[in-house]
């Protein structure tokens, strides 16, 4: 069964580093999202992005979060200047996105850990 | 905008014993609702959906949920658990009609008891 894979799965990090989360979504899904989940904490969307664009994003997702598609299988989330309240689960998701419903398929998560 | 509450931040249940896990939404439009089922350390697993058609559907594992328009609820539930259903369940929706953000409610944690 296809599935999104995501690298690294736990990044320990100083404050103030720059930080890269990678995904690899189904190959042939069409939009692609980020979602957080600070501990015990609910699932927080943050970006959709769709045709090379981000096509939605959050009020959490400030001027420090960029994403990417950088060669047409990968997809990057970037934090420029992590802060410790950047410690959370990161969980890459991608779905077909096109008539229907907008099932997402998750990865299995980067938890990252800002000191 | 679309808003999920799952009212039961944790539920325990006997294993064998039935189970069910509320969900109510908020929209302004038609819907599409989810289940997804997280085990611990794991990522997010899709457990069934509600698109269209019959109110009552079926998932992996035993589960299913009826959707019910008048009340704006989409419960989950399984007649009986398993000490391997401990997990976090996150009901989420979307607006109905191609892409849509999907929205999740705050979990609720399922500890089965042996």
């Known amino acids: 069964e296809p599935e999104v894979t995501q690298t690294p799965s736990h990044q320990v990090t100083q404050m103030g580093q720059e930080v890269i989360l990678r995904c690899v979504p189904i190959?042939?899904?069409?939009?692609f999202y980020w979602y957080r989940q600070i501990l015990g904490q609910k699932v927080e969307f943050l970006v959709s992005f769709y045709n090379n664009e981000i096509s939605e994003k959050s009020e959490i997702f400030d001027d420090q979060f960029s994403v990417e598609r950088p060669d047409g299988s990968n997809f990057t989330l970037k934090i420029r200047s992590t802060k410790l309240e950047d410690s959370a689960m990161y969980f890459c998701?991608?779905?077909?996105?096109?008539?229907?419903?907008?099932?997402?398929?998750f990865g299995a998560g980067s938890r990252l850990t800002v000191l | 905008a679309q808003s999920v509450t799952q009212l039961d931040s944790q539920v325990p249940v006997f294993e064998e014993a039935p189970v069910e896990l509320r969900c109510n939404y908020s929209?302004?439009?038609?819907?599409?609702l989810f289940w997804y089922v997280q085990y611990p350390n794991q990522g997010l697993q899709l457990l069934l959906k509600y698109l269209s058609g019959s109110t009552l559907v079926k998932g992996i594992n035993g589960f299913e949920a009826e959707f019910n328009k008048s009340q704006t609820s989409f419960h989950l539930r399984k007649p009986s658990v398993h000490i391997s259903d401990t997990a976090e369940y996150f009901c989420a929706v979307s607006h109905s009609g191609g892409y849509q953000k999907v929205t999740f409610g705050t979990g609720t944690k399922l500890q089965v008891i042996p």
């Open positions: 929209s302004s439009v038609s819907v599409y």
């Open positions: 190959s042939n899904h069409l939009y």
């Open positions: 998701a991608s779905s077909m996105g096109t008539t229907g419903a907008n099932v997402l398929t």
